[in-house]
Nanobody, 120 residues
Framework: QVQLVESGGGLVQPGGSLRLSCAAS????????MGWYRQAPGKQRELVAG???????NYADSVKGRFTISRDSAKNTVWLQMNTLKPEDTAVYYC??????????????WGQGTQVAVSS
C-alpha cells in the first residue's frame, strides 16, 4: 500500500520560512517523479515544484527563487523548503508521486495534505 505522509505545515508570518517533508512508503521511490502541489480556497490545485528521479527540478513562476525542492532516495523523502513566504502562499500543500516507467506510468499518488498559512 502506497503512502505519502506530509508534515511541516503551520502558521508563519510573512517573510518567514517553513520546510515541508513527504515520507513515501510502499513504492520504489527512485522510479517516481515527486512533486508538491497546493490548493488555496476557491482555487484549483496547482503545481508548485517537481523533481525527477535524476534530480531535475521545475518550479511555478510564483515560487522561483523562494522555494527549493529536494529528495533523498535513501530516505524515501522529498522536501520543500519555502523561504520569504507571502500571504498568497497560503494553501493546503500536497505531495505527489508519478510513475516514470512503463510498469508505473499509470501510478499517480497523493498525500493527505498539510496546511500552510502565512499571516501576520
Amino acid at each position: 500500500q502506497v503512502q505519502l505522509v506530509e508534515s511541516g505545515g503551520g502558521l508563519v508570518q510573512p517573510g518567514g520560512s517553513l520546510r515541508l517533508s513527504c515520507a513515501a512508503s510502499g513504492l520504489t521511490f527512485r522510479l517516481y517523479t515527486m512533486g508538491w502541489y497546493r490548493q488555496a480556497p476557491g482555487k484549483q490545485r496547482e503545481l508548485v515544484a517537481g523533481i525527477s528521479s535524476s534530480g531535475s527540478t521545475n518550479y511555478a513562476d510564483s515560487v522561483k527563487g523562494r522555494f527549493t525542492i529536494s529528495r533523498d532516495s535513501a530516505k524515501n523523502t522529498v522536501w520543500l523548503q519555502m523561504n520569504t513566504l507571502k500571504p498568497e502562499d497560503t494553501a493546503v500543500y500536497y505531495c505527489n508521486a508519478q510513475g516514470t516507467t512503463i510498469a508505473t506510468m499509470n501510478d499517480n499518488y497523493w498525500g493527505q495534505g498539510t496546511q500552510v498559512a502565512v499571516s501576520s
